[in-house]
């Protein structure tokens, strides 16, 4: 499915999710303009994780719609999804622990071109495939572990060996739940600075969610903020940044958003 620049790569209308008598996700609509960076912020309990669920196919809607490059997608799972060009990364990491770095993105662009998890004919034959890992893993800063077992990295580490995993499918959506989750203060710029990365190339969408809200203002060009599950604003950082009601929605109008 070619990019259709006259719609949002990424569209919901009126979408509600309800688990018994709770209502998750409350009429939300959305959108995300291809090749931009967006995030999505507010408290927790705000509905952020399983807003990503319907907009991945992990969950169906109770009700409204789910558009991706303008076709009503509301009805596809996860898997199609994928195939169309919607890339999830979880909170915990999703890698295979016992093969090298390189095998773990040779394995994922393996994937891409069809050959899937051949381990049976020799990595010898696929050289460039071998070659195009080892590009992803120099961009995510991961070369000097090519040949270490992806068990034996940091937490850190094993997030950005995710990353590479998720980039060597090459969605047109990049969608990133806390990448950041469980790293140290040290590894965390680590990964501010491949985001940058991706985003400055502008050939690919990333919708995240992440708590780190200087990250969050240093690499939006767009936030949405959901509280109690329903979309309360959507602006450029500045908008969020001043927004008295996001400010009390999200801090309890305690302190300034940072």
Request: aromatic share 8%.
């Amino acid at each position: 499915m070619s990019q259709n620049t006259t719609e949002p790569i990424i569209k919901t209308r009126d979408l509600t999710i309800r688990f018994g008598g709770h209502v998750a996700v409350d009429h939300v609509n959305f959108q995300v303009e291809a090749f931009t960076l967006k995030s999505i912020i507010g408290p927790n309990g705000a509905g952020k994780t399983t807003f990503f669920n319907l907009l991945t196919g992990q969950y169906k809607p109770t009700g409204g719609q789910v558009f991706f490059n303008g076709q009503d997608i509301t009805g596809l799972g996860a898997a199609m999804r994928t195939r169309l060009g919607m890339g999830r990364s979880f909170q915990l990491t999703n890698i295979f622990p016992d093969l090298s770095v390189l095998e773990n993105v040779r394995v994922a662009v393996q994937s891409r071109q069809g050959f899937g998890l051949n381990f049976w004919r020799s990595y010898l034959h696929f050289s460039e495939t071998e070659d195009e890992a080892y590009v992803l893993l120099k961009d995510l800063l991961l070369d000097n572990k090519w040949d270490a077992s992806a068990s034996s990295l940091t937490h850190g580490e094993q997030r950005k060996l995710e990353l590479a995993i998720l980039m060597a499918l090459e969605p047109k959506v990049l969608f990133l739940d806390e990448p950041t989750a469980g790293m140290s203060q040290e590894e965390v710029p680590a990964i501010l600075e491949i985001l940058a990365k991706v985003k400055s190339t502008r050939d690919r969408t990333i919708l995240l969610v992440e708590h780190k809200m200087d990250m969050i203002m240093a690499l939006s060009d767009s936030i949405a903020v959901l509280q109690d599950g329903r979309l309360i604003a959507d602006g450029d950082p500045e908008t969020i940044h001043r927004s008295k009601e996001v400010q009390e929605a999200y801090l309890g109008g305690g302190a300034k958003l940072e």
